[in-house]
């Protein structure tokens, strides 16, 4: 059973930052991507960020030079810094992980970032 744990969430004003972190838990045969996706209230759920094991990234053009993803392949851990925040980017940031060649997806359970103006 695959599961992940997201952390890092929280309240913060616009201007600052946060890091997120999702670490995965149990048998993964091969990570596809590992990345998140963020969901604002009223809103469907978008694209923030992906990343391979190999290093490729997709981000999204709203978080483009303000949010960086990485990853520690050792660990099956994703991060996400986020830096010059705006109440726009409030939302439930979650989790997502593919593998097996892309024939399964884990989502994690959502954090909440909350950015006041």
């Known amino acids: 059973q695959v599961q992940l744990v997201e952390s890092g969430g929280g309240l913060v004003q616009a201007g600052g930052s946060l890091r997120l972190s999702c670490a995965a838990s149990?048998?993964?045969?091969?990570?596809?991507?590992m990345g998140w996706y963020r969901q604002a209230p009223g809103k469907q759920r978008e694209l923030v960020a992906t990343?391979?094991?190999?290093?490729?990234?997709n981000v999204a053009d709203s978080v483009k030079g303000r949010f960086t993803i990485s990853g520690d392949t050792t660990k099956n851990t994703v991060y996400l810094q986020m830096s010059s925040l705006k109440p726009e980017d409030t939302a439930v940031y979650y989790c997502?992980?593919?593998?097996?060649?892309?024939?399964?997806?884990?989502w994690g359970q959502g954090t909440l970032v909350t950015v006041s103006s």
């Open positions: 990343i391979t094991p190999g290093g490729s990234t």
């Open positions: 997502n992980l593919r593998y097996n060649r892309g024939y399964l997806e884990v």
């Open positions: 149990g048998s993964i045969f091969r990570i596809n991507t």
